[in-house]
């Protein structure tokens, strides 16, 4: 692969999960410390609450908030505020589709303690979701 940026032989690769969608990235050596000499800690975004940041509610918490709470809030800043239930609604599916992909990657890594502690934050929310 070539690196994103410049065009020479990549040396870094990365696959993430943007939003749902995979995305791969290169970056050769040069341009990986330039980008990384460059980037914007999450904690400096515009725009983003520190209530969104808070640490200490779960397991997975630095994660849940940047794929889960972060892009919903993102979403409100250019579309506007949603219905505090419709809020609730979206925010419970996006946090029950990241928590089964957790749940796939324990169950694929064979960390089964990992697993059932993922499977009952997954009945627990959707419980939640049924009772309302």
Avoid at 35 to 45: C, E, F, G
Avoid at 59 to 68: H, K, Q, S, Y
Wanted: glycine share 4%.
């Amino acid at each position: 692969m070539r690196c994103m940026k410049c065009g020479q032989k990549a040396s870094y690769f990365y696959q993430i999960d943007f939003d749902g969608v995979e995305k791969k990235i290169s970056y050769c050596k040069k341009c990986v410390v330039e980008v990384l000499r460059n980037s914007v800690p999450l904690r400096k975004i515009a725009g983003v609450p520190d209530e969104t940041l808070k640490k200490g509610r779960h397991v997975f918490e630095d994660e849940m908030a940047v794929f889960v709470e972060i892009p919903v809030y993102v979403m409100e800043q250019m579309f506007g505020k949603w219905h505090p239930q419709e809020r609730e609604v979206l925010l419970n599916e996006r946090k029950i589709a990241f928590l089964e992909r957790k749940l796939k990657e324990a169950i694929k890594n064979e960390d089964y303690r990992k697993a059932s502690r993922l499977k009952q934050l997954i009945t627990q929310i959707k419980r939640k979701m049924d009772v309302k």
